[in-house]
């Protein structure tokens, strides 16, 4: 793959080095450099690559030469990736946007900047989604649907057709909304939740079932309580 792009990834965390790897092995981008506050400084390098104070970015790497990718997640509920987004804006940098490969993205579907949208994930006709949005692997985004900006998708979501969605909202793993439901924003709606209504009022947190355990043991249901493990095979 020929790199034409220097990259500059904000971040140390797993989600920056897993968006070195998605970046490195599966678009035209170069990773240069990491970046961190400088109050969260606590490295030099990571994989061979230096780790500079992001207050210093400019003076460091010219925003004319490089492009950025924040790689943060739902920290603050989004705000943190939007802040440090913002700024990297105001830098002067090329905002940088990671579609997989392994993604299917119809042509018309109209995206923002500084997006990552991770492998399997089927984002279909019509749908529009805005700027500093994360979509992690197997999520399905439903026909008509309209997706706000600073939004956090985890693994696994299904989000179905003629939705709207609000800003800086954060939808956990295996959730689900029906049709046509509208969403608000700074909504939370957990991992394994159902959403079959509108939600109105920002801010709300949508709980999902949490299994609780049986109060017999697994030991039991499978007969094996008497069953010594240490037995040598004859």
Not at 51 to 56: A, D, G, L, R, T
Not at 162 to 182: D, P
Request: negative net charge; aromatic residues 12%.
């Amino acid at each position: 793959m020929n790199k034409q792009c220097k990259l500059i990834i904000v971040g140390d965390s797993s989600f920056a080095q897993i968006a070195y790897e998605y970046f490195t092995h599966d678009s035209n981008y170069s990773v240069v450099a990491f970046s961190v506050e400088k109050k969260y400084l606590n490295q030099k390098e990571l994989f061979g690559l230096p780790v500079v104070p992001f207050e210093n970015l400019p003076d460091l790497y010219n925003p004319n030469e490089h492009a950025v990718y924040v790689a943060v997640v739902y920290a603050q509920l989004n705000r943190l990736r939007s802040r440090l987004y913002a700024r990297v804006k105001k830098y002067g940098y090329e905002i940088a946007s990671y579609i997989s490969s392994k993604a299917f993205v119809w042509p018309n579907v109209r995206l923002g900047e500084h997006c990552f949208i991770f492998e399997n994930n089927v984002i279909q006709p019509f749908v529009s989604i805005g700027n500093n949005n994360v979509f992690w692997s197997g999520n399905h985004i439903g026909h008509h649907t309209t997706i706000g900006d600073n939004c956090f998708v985890a693994s696994h979501v299904v989000i179905s057709g003629h939705c709207k969605v609000g800003n800086n909202c954060f939808f956990g793993v295996n959730s689900t909304v029906s049709n046509n439901i509208s969403i608000s924003d700074d909504s939370v709606v957990g991992a394994s939740a159902v959403v079959m209504r509108d939600i109105l009022e920002p801010g709300c947190v949508y709980k999902g079932v949490v299994s609780k355990s049986a109060l017999v043991s697994s030991y039991k249901i499978f007969d094996i309580e008497n069953v010594d493990l240490n037995d040598e095979v004859d």
